[in-house]
């Protein structure tokens, strides 16, 4: 399972935004690997939500314009499609 980040750049950082999970994003300083900060932040996101009883939104099948996957670790991606 995998949900869709928006990757943009402000400044000098580099920003990462789940459409499908919202307020879920994160930023990269120079140097430091988005793909890894988004992760993190879908795992906290995605914990956060099944922690307060809520079934996580399904993620898109199409990956829009500027996005990369970011892959939702098996135990984590059971949950989300009850």
């Known amino acids: 399972m995998r949900y869709p980040a928006i990757i943009t750049k402000e400044g000098k950082a580099t920003l990462a935004e789940f459409p499908d999970c919202p307020g879920c994003q994160t ?4 140097g430091e690997d988005i793909r ?9 996101w995605l914990e ?4 307060e009883g809520r079934t996580p939104p399904v ?16 135990p984590l991606a059971v949950p989300t499609h009850v």
């Open 27 to 30: 930023f990269a300083e120079p």
């Open 36 to 44: 890894s900060q988004a992760a993190d932040a879908l795992r906290g």
């Open 59 to 74: 993620p898109r099948a199409r990956l829009p314009r500027g996005g990369i996957w970011v892959a939702v670790s098996p």
């Open 48 to 51: 956060s939500e099944l922690a």
